[in-house]
């Protein structure tokens, strides 16, 4: 027996080569995305806080997107400003806090069954709430990274079960420590995203090299590969 058959009689999968794949139909397509915390406000002046994970910049644009029936997407269908903070990988605990959590009160039908009504959220996750200083949402203080925006358009997806949503980001706060001494670059070697891969959390591995449109590469000799 070859190799390649004792390896796929034992996990009923072909091992990878040149062009050997197999279809599969997983349930989601989670392939490693950064978690965000979205702050929105509510009808009556409060705030929701909620952890996603399908978040992506065009420039100055994040795009975002929701679940349709989530008290994020209703909040922002009336009142578009809110605040993306991003977590470092080893607050993912109080990520994974926030997840079975709802704002909405009663809760949709979908979400019964898993999710519970929660009006304090960023208690319930043991985080606090800091001004920001052009929007109403607050910024989440523990968050290294922290980006006030306004959403400019919102739109249901393909499918009709989500919404797209276009926020412009009007200012950004850093912690200083990841910021390159003297610039207004944020520094890839001090910032590490808390990535969401197949519904596992992760951070960055070691830096492999950097574009040739990077701002901050790494000179000869030092921990990134320049």
Same mark, same amino acid.
């Given at each position: 027996?070859?190799? =390649?058959?004792?390896?796929?009689?034992?996990?009923? *999968? %072909?091992?990878?080569?040149? &062009?050997?794949?197999?279809?599969?139909?997983?349930?989601?397509? /989670?392939?490693?995305?950064?978690?965000? @915390?979205?702050?929105?406000? =509510?009808?009556?002046?409060?705030? =929701?806080?909620?952890?996603?994970?399908? $978040?992506?910049?065009?420039?100055?644009?994040? !795009?975002? &997107?929701?679940?349709?029936?989530?008290?994020?997407?209703?909040? @922002?269908?009336?009142?578009?400003? @809110?605040?993306?903070? +991003?977590?470092?990988?080893?607050?993912?605990?109080?990520?994974?806090?926030?997840?079975? +959590?709802?704002?909405?009160?009663?809760?949709?039908?979908?979400?019964?069954?898993?999710? %519970?009504?929660?009006?304090?959220?960023?208690?319930? #996750?043991?985080? *606090?709430?800091?001004?920001?200083?052009? !929007?109403?949402?607050?910024?989440? #203080?523990?968050?290294? +990274?922290? @980006?006030?925006?306004?959403?400019?358009?919102?739109? %249901?997806? $393909?499918?009709?079960?989500?919404?797209?949503?276009?926020?412009?980001?009007?200012?950004?706060?850093?912690?200083?420590?990841?910021?390159?001494?003297?610039?207004?670059?944020?520094?890839?070697? $001090?910032?590490?995203?808390? !990535? /969401?891969?197949?519904?596992? /959390?992760?951070?960055?591995?070691?830096? +492999?090299?950097?574009?040739? %449109?990077?701002?901050?590469?790494?000179?000869?000799?030092?921990?990134?590969?320049?």
């Amino acid at each position: 027996m070859s190799r =390649n058959q004792a390896t796929l009689s034992r996990t009923g *999968h %072909r091992p990878s080569g040149h &062009g050997d794949r197999i279809t599969v139909e997983p349930r989601i397509l /989670y392939f490693g995305t950064p978690v965000v @915390l979205l702050s929105t406000e =509510n009808e009556d002046g409060s705030f =929701n806080l909620a952890p996603m994970s399908s $978040a992506w910049a065009l420039g100055q644009v994040v !795009v975002l &997107g929701l679940g349709a029936s989530g008290q994020t997407a209703h909040n @922002l269908l009336s009142r578009p400003d @809110l605040v993306i903070s +991003l977590p470092a990988p080893h607050q993912w605990r109080a990520v994974e806090r926030l997840a079975p +959590l709802s704002g909405r009160d009663p809760l949709p039908e979908e979400k019964k069954a898993a999710f %519970r009504f929660e009006r304090d959220k960023f208690g319930a #996750a043991g985080l *606090h709430p800091a001004p920001s200083e052009t !929007v109403r949402p607050p910024r989440v #203080a523990e968050c290294p +990274l922290q @980006l006030e925006a306004r959403a400019v358009r919102v739109r %249901r997806d $393909a499918g009709g079960d989500f919404l797209i949503v276009e926020a412009q980001v009007l200012t950004v706060h850093a912690d200083p420590d990841l910021v390159v001494p003297g610039t207004e670059h944020i520094d890839p070697a $001090a910032w590490s995203p808390l !990535v /969401y891969n197949f519904r596992h /959390y992760f951070g960055l591995g070691d830096e +492999l090299g950097h574009s040739f %449109r990077s701002d901050t590469p790494h000179p000869p000799g030092s921990s990134g590969i320049g």
